[in-house]
């Protein structure tokens, strides 16, 4: 793994609490983004983010708090620039996935801001000595006639134009899901039609043995339509029609003293909005995110590995609301060290901090520390203290900016130049242990987050009959709880895996439970493989009651089960089947005041995938 440290380490000796993903492991299923991706993750939860959507959620943290990264390199939240939106998640398909590293707990000591409640990395597949490629098709029906089925043909080509000089990647993916009407009024959709196009192409050129430089160019053309029930009790269509491109070069260098890295890169969002009712959209927007970071990393004498670096950000938003030009722009400047402590033969320390300088709020401090021990070959023990922060969006801090769209149409929010960064201090404790048929994990959390930002009425308004909000730091809260993994070989044919969160999520301010955040999570999954060419299993996964944000009352638990095979034809072919939500359970689709996102209910998974 790499993103604990930005260098390469075993994962039994990551500073930091990991989960990898494995890439091969997500094409066995149906995936459509990194929320599919993730959801069975220890620690990780998907919140609902408005009209269908889901954030990634890091122990009770807000979705926004978890920062995305692509090979190292961030894709910034697109909430900020456009409400209810989850488009972060989708710039990868699954056919082009190596690993996904999933870090929980604050890493701005590395990564600057949005990486307060934890960090997701997608690592992408690479370019070999030898051309390599797969293609992969799957679909998913659901059970009940309302929509929502699912379409997705992807394909990865990877190999070396010039032998040890140049390499090649290239992959693409054309996914489809139709409208998942509403079972209560099917005039109405519970979740969006989404139509995606996704296309890739890298350069890897190694002029000589210390050297390597990659460009790569990523485009994502993705359309988004559904119906809703608009203010007045009038239903209204909406479209959405997405643009997104992204484009990076970066040297690496493996010297005599060291190592070194340098990349720039470059992600836009351009977003067209159209509704049938005629009311104020929030759109069109442009999102322009532009990155220079620099690193080196080398040894001091026997102990001492000592990596030093900085970055130049700056972000642009374009969109009518944001300011009376309709255009925003703010730089981000840092400088980061870390020092990796080799101390004796069983002890380890990670010291590290990042100084970031925003031109509206001042400087961000963002110290971590992280110890490791271990006593044995098989235990691991940990502990970690660590700071992280958020900075406010550009529409939050511009004092020009209003949105006629809250509360249904019947509130404005305004921004405040005054907003001070969210900011988390985090501790954790664990202990881990692994013999080659068993492994077991455990650990306790705790987060403090303070200054978080929410809408506040204002005791008047400058609109008759309206609500008037404003953006204010104000909300306190205490996350901390336990988190346990575990897995076992129950012979040479059969393993279970599971994991299980204990969340405790009190808002210090008034005292009670956070809202929409289960006190209980667990997943299960068991494996068979009866043939050397057939595997099947069967996954659970269990959501906990949570606190109603109305106040009215619980959302009560429930248990989701899966069943999934694997069969290979020959040594290039193989098929996949299965059945998702066994139990039919439909959520939100049946029940809208109950739950916040609906589920399509019992739904049939068939996949065919080919590889050389």
Known sequence: MVTATDNERQLSHAPASITIVDGEQL???????????????????????????????????????TLML????????????????DLELGWVPAEAIERVEVVRGPMSSLYGSEALGGVVNVITRDATDHWAGSLSSYALANDH?????QYKNGFYIGGPIVPGQLGLTAWG??????????????????????????????????PDSRQRIDLTADAVNEKQAGVHGGSRGVPYRSENEIQRRRYAFSHTGDWNWGTSRVRLYRSTLDRQIWRSDGDDASGPNRFVDTVL????????????????????????????NVNRKGKQSQNHYALFVQDEMALGKHWELVLGSRVDRHEDFGWEISPRAYLLFHPTERLTLKAGVGRGFKAPTLKQLSPEFESWAAMGGRGVIRGNPELQPETNRSFELGAAYETQSWSASATFFHNDVRNLIDTVRQPACFVPGRVCLAYENVARVRLQGVELT????????????????????????????MPDRSRH??????????LASLSTRVQLEYIGAQQRADEAGKRPGYTLLHWYLDYALNRNLSVQVGVENLSDKRLANDDLALYSRADEGRRYFVGLKAQF
Do not use: C
């Open 293 to 320: 970071d620099t690193q080196a990393s080398f040894r001091v004498g026997p102990i001492h590995r000592l990596t030093v670096g900085g970055q130049v950000r700056r972000e642009t938003l374009e969109d009518p």
């Open 486 to 513: 575990g897995g076992v070989d129950l012979s040479p044919r059969w393993r279970l895996d599971a994991n299980y969160t204990y969340l405790d999520a009190r808002d210090r301010v008034s005292g009670g439970p």
């Open 173 to 206: 993916e054309f996914r489809q899901r139709s409208m998942l009407h509403d079972a209560t009024d099917t005039a109405l959709s519970a979740l969006d039609r989404q139509r995606a196009l996704t296309g890739h192409l890298g350069l890897s050129w190694t």
């Open 27 to 65: 094409r066995r299923r149906p995936v459509n983004d990194l929320a599919d991706a993730l959801k069975d993750t220890v620690g990780v939860s998907l919140e609902n983010v408005g009209q269908g959507r889901r954030g990634i959620s890091i122990r009770g943290m807000s979705g926004e708090h």
């Open 70 to 85: 692509v090979d190292g390199q961030r894709i910034s939240s697109s909430a900020s620039a456009i409400a209810h939106s």
């Open 521 to 530: 999570r667990a997943n299960a999954t068991l494996a068979w493989k009866p």
């Open 145 to 149: 006639g309302l929509g929502g089925n």
